[in-house]
């Protein structure tokens, strides 16, 4: 049929006598539910008009949004991750670039945003892996932010829940056997170093003498991810000052750990657990394990904030649900606190720290 030239759908008939339409790009097949030709052509004609006039509209819309964005039609998907990670810094930067690579995103890398569906986001998303889901995520909501997209491609609810891996803390037995089978001394003192103070392990590799105030047994740092005040103090004659005693007094406390990758630190580690018969633990499993111990021994979640960094997942989840700390009944409660009141708080000359930002609490 000549009329049927570049239209979307074609008209054709099966055996039976029932005329069907069919798309032209797709082959998608769907009944007219007419044996009448000239039914089924009225109804062929409806559909293809419909189509027309949605990319009619589609057309105008793009004219109109041009003239206020001339730049609208030539941003693509590959465009807008390369424009967000230019306003990461560091170890973030690195994991955007690294990021941008997933071949999960070869599919819409040179769709112009303006020309996105969703159904371009739900083959992106088929593989249902964390990473894909959060950076795609975080890339839409950047070009709506900007008024690159007219509006947003997934409305937030039907976005994929990100399915995350179950993380756990590292235990005291687990910690004591990586200790008796590293025989590097500094990478030793580093895993004891994560034990004890619960940082990342970025953090914790960068740390200086100066970020260690033996007047006020403080120990005090700036998170790389979030910029975030840590402060933590350290009891006299405890494990962690017979730490700090064994490290370097001057310049940094981890000197070659510091200059070694992120990735390559944690597959050190990773191989080393391997070897120890050790599952489903990383370096950052140390974070858990500091925020779980502190639950369970009646530490209070603002300091524990403060140790790790306010917001920090680790005290978030310790706190909720995973430490099983012994509560006392509300009798022995007052009983304690009136016979054994015991204060607890930081030292306000604790450096960089933000005057009025110190906790301070009584706990019986």
Excluded at 142 to 164: H, N
Excluded at 306 to 333: M, Q
Aim: proline share 5%; charged share 30%.
């Amino acid at each position: 049929m000549k009329n049927q030239v570049n239209q979307k759908y074609r008209l054709y008939r099966r055996q039976n006598g029932t005329y069907y339409y069919e798309d032209c790009e797709s082959g998608k097949q769907l009944s007219l539910k007419t044996k009448d030709k000239a039914e089924a052509l009225r109804l062929l004609n409806a559909h293809n008009e419909k189509h027309q006039l949605a990319s009619l509209n589609g057309q105008i819309g793009r004219i109109y949004l041009n003239a206020r964005d001339p730049e609208l039609n030539n941003r693509t998907w590959a465009y807008a991750f390369e424009e967000l990670s230019k306003l990461k810094q560091g170890n973030t930067r690195i994991r955007w670039e690294r990021a941008i690579l997933d071949p999960a995103f070869d599919s819409i890398r040179k769709i112009a945003l303006v020309d996105t569906r969703a159904e371009h986001f739900f083959k992106v998303l088929g593989a249902r892996t964390v990473s894909t889901n959060v950076f795609l995520r975080r890339v839409h909501n950047f070009a709506l932010g900007l008024g690159w997209l007219p509006w947003p491609v997934l409305p937030p609810k039907q976005w994929p829940r990100p399915q995350y891996k179950e993380k756990r803390a590292i235990t005291e037995d687990e910690h004591k056997r990586i200790l008796a089978n590293e025989h590097n001394e500094e990478r030793r003192a580093f895993y004891e170093a994560l034990w004890e103070i619960g940082g990342s392990q970025s953090d914790v590799a960068f740390l200086t003498h100066e970020n260690i105030d033996w007047n006020t047994r403080t120990i005090h740092y700036f998170r790389q991810k979030t910029k975030q005040l840590c402060q933590l103090r350290f009891g006299a004659g405890g494990d962690l000052e017979k730490l700090l005693g064994r490290l370097p007094s001057e310049g940094p406390l981890f000197p070659y750990l510091r200059t070694v990758r992120e990735a390559d630190r944690a597959t050190e580690f990773k191989q080393r657990c391997t070897r120890l018969g050790i599952k489903g633990v990383t370096l950052h499993c140390y974070r858990y394990s500091w925020a779980e111990r502190a639950r369970e021994c009646g530490y209070p979640e603002r300091y524990a904030q403060a140790a790790l960094g306010h917001g920090s997942k680790a005290v978030a989840r310790a706190y909720a649900k995973k430490a099983n700390p012994t509560i006392p009944s509300l009798d022995e409660w007052k009983k304690q606190k009136a016979e054994n009141v015991v204060s607890v708080e930081f030292p306000k000359s604790a450096p960089n720290a933000n005057e009025g930002n110190l906790p301070r609490e009584k706990a019986g």
